[in-house]
């Protein structure tokens, strides 16, 4: 029977004892086999961290750029489930069981949760004697056979649902009912507790544990800032008040100037036209401009808080000795969120208070819209949920100071199933044809291990194909090639060939120009569907 305990009494002294016994003690992991510490945020925007030319200050994102490689044309699934199915199996969506994502089906590849036809990093990390563990979102099956300790990890403390109040454990509904586990246990909130900072208190008893256990680390901090709904304390909003109230038009325009500046994208980049939805700034009353910009602020602030978090944790790192071996890898699970959820869902009015002097607090469940999102994702068209570069794109730092590519940017194409490959190369072990007695997929990634030693310049060479499908939405890559197809329902002939070495913004259909590189793209296509099982089923 799951017990209902509190998260203060599952860490309780025992937390405080191993921190004050790891505290200023070397590690003694050799340094073949490194500690890998991920962190991904939730649904931050290219534009939005200061490293990558953002306006919003990341002191300590931008630390771990300067010991580190930023990569400019990392690739993801345009949503969270699918992105985290491929992260941690190395492999397509629908082939780790996430085809789409919120729903449950019968259909192979759209079972809703990870399947045994794939390994799970923190599987196979396990099994070659790594401490694995993970705090914050996991979003990859609510059944208790889904969990993360089914799946590989030794500790885990997560939100069992895509999204929740920052300041509670309850779910949108309100029901009482806490979506949150700790090692599979149904765990009560501590009142007044913040996310993020909750989430980092815990990945730093995880990692001490790791170390009372002289073992090498893998450690998923799966933040669920800045997702939805905008919810952060003063100290960290209050410093950007003022900052947006010319509007996202303008800020836009500044970030893909700010971006060139720091060498994200190409000199010559364009702002696409604005989605559709996007309504004028100057077309708004001055009332609803200042709850556009107060959106932002607290946006802007729950980054804010995020960077602080993660200096929370390199500090740790630093405190210990396990810095100088532990691999850092920091990205986005997908592009900048576009939902925007004032006045449209009635269960949020029943239950919250979103008056502009309650926006941010507990009460209150505001999300910054398609209007902000285009901002974020300044320099590429639209953003999460589309196959476009503004859902797919997304930032990526690998860092550790003793690298020699160090403060350097990276404009190969690499993809979010090439970090698994990497993990298995820096832990000396390779991935099996079989586990636990049944056969499993080989990977579809490859390491990135060489090209971030230096050793080589590229991954993925110009015969490679990266193709995704989520929900209707679906992208084939083949060197400077793209098909990208997110108009519904679903056709085929709605599909568009972009060349992005140039039109990065998506916005020359070049299928009647090139017809016979249109042709071939669709055979690439046509292929990746029948590999994966990309189907539409019906929810059960």
């Not at 999204?163 to 007044?192: F, K, M």
């Not at 199933?417 to 390779?430: I, K, M, N």
Request: contains cysteine.
């Amino acid at each position: 029977m799951i017990r209902n305990t509190t998260l203060c009494q599952f860490f309780g002294v025992s937390l405080f004892l191993l921190l004050v016994h790891a505290c200023g003690q070397e590690s003694t992991l050799p340094p073949e086999r490194p500690n890998i510490l991920l962190i991904v945020a939730d649904d931050l925007g290219y534009g939005d961290i200061s490293c990558y030319g953002g306006d919003i200050e990341t002191p300590n994102i931008d630390a771990l750029a300067n010991h580190g490689i930023r990569f400019t044309r990392f690739k993801t699934a345009p949503m969270c489930a699918p992105t985290r199915a491929m992260l941690l199996s190395g492999n397509d969506n629908h082939i780790a069981g996430m085809g789409l994502q919120g729903e449950v089906t019968d259909s192979i590849g759209y079972e809703g949760h990870l399947t045994n036809r794939i390994i799970p990093i923190p599987a196979l990390l396990r099994d070659t004697g790594y401490h694995t563990s993970i705090a914050g979102k996991w979003h990859l099956g609510l059944r208790p056979e889904d969990g993360p300790q089914q799946k590989g990890f030794d500790r885990s403390f997560v939100l069992l649902n895509g999204a929740g109040n920052h300041y509670d454990g309850q779910s949108v509904l309100r029901s009482g009912l806490s979506n949150y586990r700790a090692d599979g246990e149904t765990i009560t909130w501590p009142q007044g507790a913040y996310s993020t900072d909750l989430y980092t208190d815990s990945i730093i008893s995880y990692i001490t544990e790791s170390q009372q256990q002289n073992k090498p680390f893998f450690t998923f901090a799966a933040y669920t800032s800045p997702h939805w709904p905008l919810q952060v304390d003063t100290s960290h909003w209050h410093k950007f008040r003022g900052r947006y109230d010319e509007g996202y038009e303008v800020l836009r325009k500044q970030r893909l100037a700010s971006l060139k500046d720091a060498g994200m994208i190409p000199s010559e980049s364009p702002l696409p036209p604005l989605h559709p939805s996007v309504m004028p700034w100057d077309s708004l009353s001055e009332k609803e401009q200042q709850f556009e910009a107060r959106k932002m602020e607290l946006y802007a602030g729950m980054v804010d808080n995020l960077d602080y978090n993660i200096g929370r944790l390199i500090a740790h790192l630093k405190s210990t000795g396990a810095y100088e071996n532990t691999m850092v890898i920091f990205m986005s699970d997908n592009g900048a969120a576009y939902r925007d959820f004032i006045n449209t869902i009635k269960v949020l009015r029943a239950h919250f208070n979103d008056d502009y002097d309650r926006m941010g607090l507990p009460d209150s469940y505001i999300s910054y819209g398609p209007q902000w999102a285009e901002a974020g994702s300044a320099p590429f068209r639209y953003f999460k949920d589309y196959a476009s570069e503004g859902g797919i794109n997304t930032t990526l730092i690998i860092s550790n100071p003793n690298l020699l590519r160090k403060q350097s940017i990276d404009h190969s194409l690499v993809t979010v199933q090439d970090l698994a490959p990497t993990f298995y190369e820096w832990a000396g072990t390779s991935y099996p044809n079989q586990y636990l007695g049944k056969a499993v997929y080989p990977l579809r990634g490859a390491s990135m291990a060489s090209l971030i030693k230096g050793e080589a310049t590229y991954v993925h060479d110009s015969t490679y194909v990266f193709a995704m499908e989520h929900s209707g939405n679906a992208m084939v890559r083949k060197g400077k090639w793209k098909l990208t197809n997110h108009k519904r329902p679903f056709k085929e002939s709605n599909f568009a060939l972009y060349d992005v070495s140039k039109d990065l913004a998506e916005q020359t259909d070049l299928k009647n120009i090139n017809p016979q590189k249109y042709n071939e793209m669709i055979s690439a296509w046509k292929k990746f569907k029948a590999e994966v099982g990309v189907i539409f089923p019906k929810p059960r």
